[in-house]
Structure formats: C-alpha cells, structure tokens
C-alpha cells in the first residue's frame, strides 16, 4: 500500500502540497490529474522520497523520507518529466542501469524492457541521438527493467511516473498505458500523472484531482470526470460524454464560444 | 526472451579489445623511459652485461634505479592520477569538460603546496624531519579538496551543473589562489623561492623514490578506490534525481568524488607542479573508443593517462637536449588543440 496522511510540502516560501491525505493499492493505476501548478509533480516527487516533507508518506510500510535510497530502489521505479543524459551512453546502457544489483537475469530484463517499449532495433544507438520521444520511452524502459517483476517476495512494487506520455504520439501514449495496465495486472502499484483527461480516464482504476495542492477529488473515472467539477478546477467551460462500453470522454469546449 | 541475446553488441567488443593495447601501450613507453636518458645507459647495454654474466656496473645501477624508475614510476602516478581526476570531476559535473587544471583545483592545490613549502619551516622541527615529505602532497590535497567542494557549492543547483558558472567561478578561484600563492612567495626565503621554482615549472625531473612514496600514499588509495565510483558515476549522468531514485546515494557519491579528485589531483599537482589536459583529453579519448560506462573508462583512463605521461616526458627529455622542456608545456601543446577540438564539435548539441 501506499498511504499519505497529512503531506505538507513547502518549496521556499509557498506551501506547495497543504495537507494530502490519499491511499493508493496495489494491483490499481491511480492517475493524478489538475492543472498546472496545482501540485502534482511535487506530491509525485514526495512520494519518490526526492523532496523534504511534514507528515506522513508510507510505501510498503517505509517511511520513505526515513529509507535508504537503495532500499526504495528496489522497491519503486520513478519516471522524471525530464531526464537528460550527459555522455554518450547507449539505450541499451541507460537501460541497464536501472537494474538493481543482485538481480538475476539481467540482460533478459534489458531486452525485454526495451522490446516493451518498441526500442530493441535502438539499444546500442547512443541514446542522445534518438527524438525526444524515443528517449522518453528508453527512459521508461530503464525505470520497468529497475522494477520488472510487478511483485516481488517482498511485496509489489511500484511505478511512479511524471507524464510518461508527454512527449509521445498518440500511438505510443497508447502502448505507454499498455505497459501501465498489465503491470497493475501483474499485482504491482502505479502512480502516474496525466495532463490528458481522456488518456486518465481509459487507464485509470482511480483518479485524483488536485487543484491548489488539495485533493479536490478522489474516486473511479465516473465520479471524478463531472463537468461542474472539472470546469471549476480547470477554470474552463468541459463537458463530459459516455462513451458506449468505454466510459467518461472530456470534450473542450468550441474554441469560437472562447473567443468571441 | 532469449531473443535478448540475438541483439548486435558492436560497443562492447571493441571496448573490451581497448584494455590490452592500452596495456602494451603503457609497457612500451615504461621501456623506451628507462631506455632512454642523458647518461647514454640503454637498456639494450644493461641487458646484454647482465646475459653476459657480467652484472651491471655501479654507474648504470644509479642511472636505472635511482634516476630512471623513479622518474617513470612518477610519472605512471601522476599521469594515471591526473586522467582518474578527470574522469571522475567529469563525472561528478556532468560534464566533460571539466577538468582539475582548468577549472581551478590545480590552482588550490597549488596554494596548497606553496603554503606547505613557505609555511613549513614554521612548524616544530622534529615533526617536519618525520613527516616532512609528506607536507608539501598533504597541503596540496588540502588545497585541492577546499576548491573541489566550493566549485561544487557554487557551480550545482539541484543537480545541475552550469558550465558557465563553473568555468568563471574556476577563474575567480585561480586567481585567489594565484594572489595568495604571489603573497607567500614574497614571504619565501631564497632557499624556498628555489624550490617554488623547481616545482612551478611542472616536471617529473625531481622524482625520487623519497617524494614518490609521500605521492603514492595519496594516488594509490584514490586510484583503488576510483572504480567503486564507477556506477554511481554512471546513474549520475542522468542527473541526481534519477540517480537517487536508481538506488545511489548521491550526497556519499558526492563527498567520496570530491575527495578522489582532492587527492589525485592535489597529490599531482605536488609531485609534477602543473601539467594540464592529461585529465580532458585522456577521458574524452576513451568515451570516443570505448563508450562512457565508467567501470570501463576509470580503469583505462588510469592506463591511458600513465601511458601518455611517460611518453611526454620522453619528448620533453628529448626536443631541447641537453636540457629539458617542463613537460607541463608539452602536454599543453598536444592537449590544448585537442580540447578546442571537443569544443568544436561540442557546439552541434545545442551548445554548452
């Protein structure tokens, strides 16, 4: 599990994250949404144990501001928004450091990760050299191969990922959630940020809406995605449909009604 | 999954292949430095009285053991310790450009040693006969590891590193230590103006095996010790986020880099004096051969760099015979052109 009780963070002198109170289990893929600033990279980067905090943040029974970084490494894989490479490592290289020592079989992992992802045809192509995409999925590749196996003896693991998808094309943001789903099948936790609503509501089991570094809702796609709710969060008029046999879709609003 | 192993490895190989030639490299220039010397012994003599049956004559014994092992082993460790030092300031900065000569830790350690040399004689004078050659390595040490951590402090924020801020902050902090070194020189008596001197000039011709073990007490620990940097090093150049998250403890990464490059580069600039572009070069000759992976590149750099030194100091032996270049000068000019070469084409990914 992943309990936060009471999460403050203060980033200089604006408190960022104002009392966060959320639980997150295994086997689920829970998608943080809001808008810009309204504090979800920072309650990401909490749980990843990157940041100071007041309160509580528990994952798998650590405190992770109290854990050692080795000790969460092999129990959580964090996905930054942006991750520059300084040397010319290959993919394959990038790749394989995300294998935590000990682990067995691990060029198996680097392979497969990398097959996940659709970039085996790249893995000895320094990585510098690929679009910006094709590094966003390498990077998620080295995070999976960190956490391959979704449960471990020491219980599931987890995915923490800050807009995975942001720099893909609709057809990779597709796979991206793909990979999120079966490895929340596989028995392990996902924690992911999202700025597209639908994409949030075709994968996640829970959504949580932050706005103002509040929790402004929190449940299944279909309580969560309302218009009233989301037009005051996003401070913009959204409608919100049912798809047949697919759930809620968020639809903008006609861009003329804006701006006339 | 077995798929896996089907897929091409055209880096590791050839990477793979670099360590014995780098190896043979080193062992060829170790023979033409003991083989080569302004007594005329050469090896090819000593080898053949020895076969002969003859023994070598007490001459040729002080040329080889007391003038030219030394020399060599001096210039294995400063040359090795100079390459480690870049690698892993590299590293640490994520960045290959930097490097301890040029961003000022040459400099503290330089204050280091010249503060040890004019200071010295101030302090007790039993404890100088015991650990009096120890002094000058310790203080340049010294100095190295204070600039390393305020480089650090100043040029990283979050993880990143701005080349920009590092190379002026370099500047400002070569020049403070070139203001204090100016200061202590005026107080130095001419018996130390003498020695400042000698040691200014960067040159490998005052080996003795006396200086050399005060240097190896330094080099020799920091250069074992190198390698278990190695994939900390690598996790690093995905910024300290990522590293963190990736299991590495980055503030331990970063005490136990510091203090590598503190005492190799503290400890070379002690025996050598100043001898740049060992510490660039040699790393981004090694990235280009062999890849990035430091497990790889802190071995071979500390084999490569031993290599070149050598053979730099045989060309510095031998342009100006009988006397000698600084071989400070030499490797300036082969090291500089390759520098602004990396520069150069450093400029295609979007600048520095």
């Not at chain 1, 010319?88 to 680097?110: D, H, K, N, Y």
Request: aromatic share 4%.
């Amino acid at each position: 599990m992943l309990r936060i009780a009471d999460l403050h963070v203060r980033l200089g002198r604006a408190e960022v994250l104002a009392g966060i109170d959320l639980d997150a289990a295994p086997g689920e893929v829970t998608v943080i949404l809001g808008p810009n600033g309204s504090g979800k990279s920072t309650l990401l980067r909490a749980v990843a144990g990157e940041i100071a905090y007041a309160g509580s943040v528990q994952l798998a029974g650590h405190e992770v501001a109290r854990t050692a970084p080795w000790r969460l490494a092999a129990l959580r894989g964090v996905m930054e928004q942006a991750s520059t490479v300084a040397f010319p490592f290959t993919v394959a290289e990038v790749v394989r450091l995300g294998l935590q020592s000990g682990i067995e079989a691990g060029e198996e992992i680097v392979a497969a990760a990398l097959a996940e992802v659709g970039l085996s045809a790249f893995a000895h192509r320094p990585i510098q050299e690929l679009s910006g995409g094709q590094q966003a999925r390498a990077h998620l590749a080295r995070v999976r191969a960190q956490v391959w196996h979704p449960s471990g003896h020491a219980g599931p693991r987890w995915l923490l990922l800050d807009e995975p998808v942001a720099s893909l094309d609709i057809g990779h943001q597709v796979e991206v959630m793909a990979i999120l789903r079966r490895f929340a099948q596989g028995g392990g936790g996902v924690v992911a940020v999202l700025h597209d609503l639908n994409l949030a509501a075709s994968v996640a089991d829970r959504i949580v809406l932050m706005a103002a570094g509040r929790i402004e809702a929190a449940g299944p796609p279909e309580a969560v995605l309302r218009d009233d709710l989301l037009s005051r969060v996003y401070g913009c008029p959204l409608r919100v449909g049912v798809a047949p046999a697919r759930g809620p879709w968020v639809l903008p609003p006609p861009i003329e009604a804006l701006s006339a | 999954m077995a798929m896996a192993l089907d897929l091409p490895h055209p880096g590791q190989p050839r990477a793979a292949r670099l360590r014995p030639w780098l190896v043979a490299l080193l062992l060829a220039a170790a023979l033409l430095s003991v083989g080569s010397g302004a007594a005329g012994v050469s090896l090819h003599g000593v080898l053949g009285d020895l076969l002969s049956g003859q023994g070598i004559s007490a001459r040729d014994k002080v040329v080889l053991l007391d003038i030219r092992l030394p020399r060599l082993a001096m210039g294995i460790l400063v040359g090795a310790g100079l390459a480690v030092a870049g690698a892993v300031m590299q590293g640490l900065f994520r960045n290959p450009l930097a490097d301890p000569g040029i961003v000022g830790v040459g400099a503290g350690a330089g204050l280091g040693a010249v503060a040890a040399i004019v200071l010295g004689g101030l302090l007790p004078g039993a404890l100088v006969a015991t650990f009096g050659q120890y002094l000058v390595p310790v203080a340049a040490f010294l100095g190295a590891w204070g600039a390393t951590l305020l480089l650090y402090r100043v040029a990283s924020r979050g993880g990143r590193t701005s080349v920009a801020v590092l190379l002026l902050a370099g500047i400002a902090l070569a020049a403070m230590a070139g203001a204090l070194t100016g200061v202590l020189t005026y107080l130095a008596d001419d018996r130390q103006l003498r020695d400042l001197t000698f040691w200014g000039m960067g040159s490998l011709a005052g080996a003795s095996w006396l200086r050399l073990v005060a240097g190896a007490a330094l080099i020799a620990p920091a250069l074992v010790l190198a390698p278990r940097l190695a994939r900390g090093l690598d996790a690093l150049a995905l910024g300290e986020a990522a590293a963190a998250h990736m299991g590495t403890d980055i503030e331990r990464l970063k005490r136990h880099s510091v203090l590598v490059v503190a005492a190799l580069a503290g400890a070379a600039v002690a025996l050598a004096g100043g001898i740049g572009f060992v510490g660039i070069v040699v790393p981004h000759l090694l990235r280009l051969l062999a890849g990035p992976g430091h497990r790889r590149l802190l071995v071979d750099a500390a084999l490569l760099g031993a290599a070149l030194l050598v053979l730099a100091d045989l060309v510095a032996r031998r342009v100006v015979v009988p006397a000698e270049l600084p071989i400070g000068i030499v490797t300036a000019v082969l090291g500089a052109p390759v520098f602004l070469w990396i520069l150069l084409r450093r400029r295609g990914f979007g600048g520095l």
